[in-house]
């Protein structure tokens, strides 16, 4: 879905005035902008978004750059070593969408001198990290003709402790030139 068509489709879904009709079209808005959240159960919303929306166009020509938001849905505050996660970035599987075929990415090395500098998330924020997938990678599952789903998860000691507990994961959908076209409605 283009951008265009992703805002058209935002200002759609909020010109409806009614709460029921509201609540009944929440889940197509959802879908239609391509937000992708998954809650691991833990306390923790976990959303991954190129641009605003859960789908990626890749050029050829330049890495995919992507963001990852972690909402705390606890009742109390929790302590992440926000610096230490970005660092190290999110653990990425790339899975080709046609093919039985996946790769888990390498990450960053980490830092461990970064694990007691933490940020206090309170009940309700969020927070964000930045993701990278490069051209490179991306390459190798086809170019112009890639689709592929990134599946990316965050881990992270949440207790002030070094003991890492799954925070979530949520996915991308990459897709290159080709694919993009055959997407996009306009050029049907």
């Not at 879905?1 to 709460?19: E, P, V, W, Y």
């Given at each position: 879905?283009?951008?265009?068509?992703?805002?058209?489709?935002?200002?759609?879904?909020?010109?409806?005035?009614?709460?029921?009709?509201?609540?009944s079209m929440l889940?197509?808005?959802?879908?239609?902008?391509?937000?992708?959240?998954?809650?691991?159960?833990?306390?923790?919303?976990?959303?991954?978004?190129?641009?605003?929306?859960?789908?990626?166009?890749?050029?050829?020509?330049?890495?995919v750059r992507f963001?990852?938001?972690?909402?705390?849905?606890?009742?109390?505050?929790?302590?992440?070593?926000?610096?230490?996660?970005?660092?190290?970035?999110?653990?990425?599987?790339?899975?080709?969408?046609?093919?039985?075929?996946?790769?888990?990415?390498?990450?960053?090395?980490?830092?461990?001198?970064?694990?007691?500098?933490?940020?206090?998330?309170?009940?309700?924020?969020?927070?964000?990290?930045?993701?990278?997938?490069?051209?490179?990678?991306?390459?190798?599952?086809?170019?112009?003709?890639?689709?592929?789903?990134?599946?990316?998860?965050?881990?992270?000691?949440?207790?002030?402790?070094?003991?890492?507990?799954?925070?979530?994961?949520?996915?991308?959908?990459?897709?290159?030139?080709?694919?993009?076209?055959?997407?996009?409605?306009?050029?049907?």
């Open positions: 879905m283009s951008q265009l068509q992703t805002i058209k489709s935002r200002k759609t879904c909020r010109s409806h005035g009614s709460l029921v009709l509201f609540a889940f197509y808005c959802e879908a239609a902008t391509g937000v992708s959240t998954t809650q691991a159960g833990n306390g923790f919303v976990v959303g991954a978004f190129c641009g605003g929306t859960s789908l990626c166009m890749f050029n050829n020509k330049e890495n963001e990852i938001t972690i909402r705390n849905t606890h009742k109390e505050p929790v302590q992440l070593p926000l610096e230490f996660m970005r660092s190290v970035g999110p653990r990425i599987v790339l899975h080709d969408n046609r093919a039985q075929h996946s790769r888990k990415l390498s990450r960053n090395m980490p830092n461990a001198a970064l694990l007691p500098n933490v940020t206090v998330v309170a009940p309700e924020q969020s927070v964000s990290i930045s993701g990278l997938i490069t051209r490179h990678e991306l390459e190798e599952f086809g170019g112009r003709h890639l689709d592929v789903t990134a599946e990316v998860s965050i881990n992270a000691p949440t207790d002030g402790s070094s003991n890492f507990r799954p925070i979530g994961t949520a996915t991308l959908r990459i897709v290159g030139a080709d694919v993009a076209q055959g997407l996009d409605p306009t050029r049907r």
